[in-house]
């Protein structure tokens, strides 16, 4: 299993920046999927998540609201459509799967992480 995360560069504040998240060996249509993030001296934190059904969809209450998170099963892709970018959004986003159809305990994905995508949110 390999989930892959790009897309992400620099920013400035209250712009935006669309994330992929690509599987390959593995087939996403099954499995909810979610995004995380570690910023520069904190632990990583989950973002959002999507479940097999992409009507249902979970996010931090810190991007709420300006974060949407999206699924193209046909390509194996996911997305995380980032607006209102602000510096404390700045950290690397990993995409991970809870290894289940829905998000209850995505926060407790195992991995693998892959190397993620910086993201910097800087003027």
């Known amino acids: 299993v390999q989930l892959q995360a790009s897309g992400g560069g620099l920013v400035q504040p209250g712009g935006s920046l669309r994330l992929s998240c690509v599987a390959s060996?593995?087939?996403?249509?099954?499995?909810?999927i979610a995004w995380f993030r570690r910023a520069p001296g904190k632990e990583r934190e989950g973002v959002a998540c999507i479940s097999s059904d992409p009507s249902l969809t979970t996010y931090a209450a810190s991007v709420k609201g300006r974060f949407t998170i999206s699924r193209h099963n046909g390509r194996d892709t996911v997305y995380l459509q980032m607006t209102g970018l602000k510096p404390e959004d700045t950290a690397v986003y990993y995409c991970a799967t809870p290894y289940s159809e829905r998000c209850t305990y995505y926060t407790n994905s195992p991995g693998p992480w892959g190397q993620g995508t910086l993201v910097t949110v800087s003027s």
């Open positions: 060996g593995f087939t996403m249509d099954h499995y909810a």
